[in-house]
Nanobody
Framework: QVQLVESGGGLVQAGGSLRLSCNASGNIFHINVMGWYRQAPGESREMVAI???????NYSNSVKGRFTISRDNGGNTVYLQMNSLKPEDTAVYYC?????????WGQGTQVIVSS
């Protein structure tokens, strides 16, 4: 079982920046993908950005050029640097870790972008 602990959400004005962090612990397999998903009120959860153990990344078109995902701590910590935030980025952001076809999720951290 993998445990994920997130931090870094909050309230920010449009155009501002936030950095989310997520630390994974537990039974971690050396090949895995970590990432960030978000869910706005009344919407489905959507992928924001994911990163493999070798640093390969994939971003949602809506955040390309504004958000950057990275990994550290032997690959067990993932970050999401969010710049040029927009009100439509408002959502609960969830950390995800996928290994051996199994998903683990963090508890979620709220991001609110005011206009």
């Amino acid at each position: 079982q993998v445990q994920l602990v997130e931090s870094g959400g909050g309230l920010v004005q449009a155009g501002g920046s936030l950095r989310l962090s997520c630390n994974a612990s537990g039974n971690i397999f050396h090949i895995n993908v970590m990432g960030w998903y978000r869910q706005a009120p009344g919407e489905s959860r959507e992928m924001v950005a994911i990163i493999g153990v070798r640093g390969t990344t994939n971003y949602s078109n809506s955040v390309k050029g504004r958000f950057t995902i990275s990994r550290d701590n032997g690959g067990n910590t993932v970050y999401l640097q969010m710049n040029s935030l927009k009100p439509e980025d408002t959502a609960v952001y969830y950390c995800n870790q996928r290994q051996l076809s199994r998903d683990s999720w963090g508890q979620g951290t709220q991001v609110i972008v005011s206009s």
